[in-house]
């Protein structure tokens, strides 16, 4: 039968805290009363994930499916990889640590049956640490005016997708990419709830303080071209002042002789403009990087096995799969 709702979750080094996901998330959606599917999709995790995995689809076969990358490629393809694996018409994405409840889920699949076919969510009390609830805020205000994409809280992976914008974002071949932002982009009638947000229930955070600037470099890159005309605008700008400037001093070396005072100032406001420009270069060098792995076209992700119960088959593993499917 095909599943109504699927989730979908990425996994990296999570064994500490799977077991416990397990036991809340499977009732949960039984609760819930519709025919679901659950896809783990493991992001080439090097501790025991795959084999607790396996273990969970051994148990739950006929709600449980299972993606195995061959390496590390990122939550955000991570997720996408799932997405094509999605059979439902509703489709949810949850973090495998439990920061976000599934009992939640049922929330959100009712705001999709109300006819959103996005439904993002922003979390009542955030259970992080402080610099990153700031450091978080800012960038969202930031990232909003930059790119007009209204998700009021960014770093929150309970969503929900419909039918219709899952497809469309299964038709991307981004290699660098946001994916709540991505579907935002494709939904006709977004929304927002509240939902609840708990602390890590084991381990710890996969992010770095440079993963998370890498990642809003990918977000506003990947959305918005206003960084590269702020500094044409800039670039304009000074230029002007800059003609003012030499016409004012060509005048003063009529009027008052040669004169080198206020060296020092001319070097400060030098070294300004040096970082405004270094900063530039670099900015324009995250675009240009980015045309680059695009153009290079390799495999997004490579998909090792699917671990899914095949109706008519005795065998559960999808063998088929072992050719490898490979990602745009
Ligand atoms: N994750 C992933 N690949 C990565 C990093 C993280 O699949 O390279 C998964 C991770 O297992 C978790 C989710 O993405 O399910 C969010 O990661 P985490 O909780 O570490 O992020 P945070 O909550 O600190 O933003
Ligand atoms: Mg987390």
Redesign the pocket.
């Known amino acids: 039968m095909k599943p109504e709702l699927s989730i979908v979750?990425?996994?990296?080094?999570?064994e500490a805290g799977l077991g416990a996901l397990f036991e809340r998330l499977y009732p949960a959606l039984d609760k819930i009363g519709v025919p679901y599917e659950i896809v783990f999709v493991n992001?080439g995790s090097r501790d025991n994930s795959v084999s607790i995995l396996a273990e969970q689809f051994r148990t739950r076969p006929d709600v449980t499916r299972v993606v195995l990358f061959n390496g590390?490629y990122?939550?955000h393809m991570?997720i996408l990889a799932g997405f094509e694996a999605t059979r439902g018409e509703i489709v949810v994405t949850l973090?495998?640590?439990l920061?976000n409840p599934p009992e939640e889920i049922h929330k959100l699949v009712e705001k999709i049956r109300e006819g959103y076919d996005y439904v993002g969510s922003i979390r009542r009390k955030r259970q992080d640490s402080a610099w990153r609830t700031i450091a978080s805020k800012m960038m969202n205000r930031l990232r909003y005016r930059i790119t007009n994409i209204q998700i009021t809280d960014q770093?929150n992976?309970l969503r929900a997708y419909g039918r219709n914008v899952i497809d469309l974002v299964n038709q991307c071949g981004e290699v660098n990419t946001f994916v709540p932002a991505l579907a935002y982009k494709f939904s006709r009638k977004p929304t927002e709830i509240i939902v609840e947000h708990e602390e890590?229930a084991a381990g710890e955070?996969?992010?770095s303080l440079y993963s998370l600037i890498r990642l809003n470099f990918d977000l506003v890159t990947g959305f918005s071209l206003v960084p590269l005309q702020i500094f044409s605008m800039l670039g304009m700008v000074m230029s002007l002042l800059s003609a003012l400037l030499v016409v004012m001093l060509l005048i003063r070396r009529f009027i008052m002789g040669a004169e080198a005072e206020g060296v020092f100032t001319l070097f400060a406001i030098a070294f300004f403009f040096m970082g405004v420009i270094l900063f530039g270069i670099g900015l324009l060098g995250e675009y240009i990087g980015r045309i680059f792995q695009q153009v290079r076209a390799r495999p997004r992700y490579v998909v090792q096995t699917i671990l899914q119960h095949v109706p008519g088959k005795d065998e559960q593993i999808d063998l088929a799969v072992e050719k490898r499917q490979v990602g745009r």
């Not at 979750?9 to 999570?14: G, L, V, W």
């Open positions: 979750i990425p996994i990296y080094n999570e992001d590390n990122g939550q991570a973090d495998a640590d920061q770093g992976m890590r955070s996969k992010y």
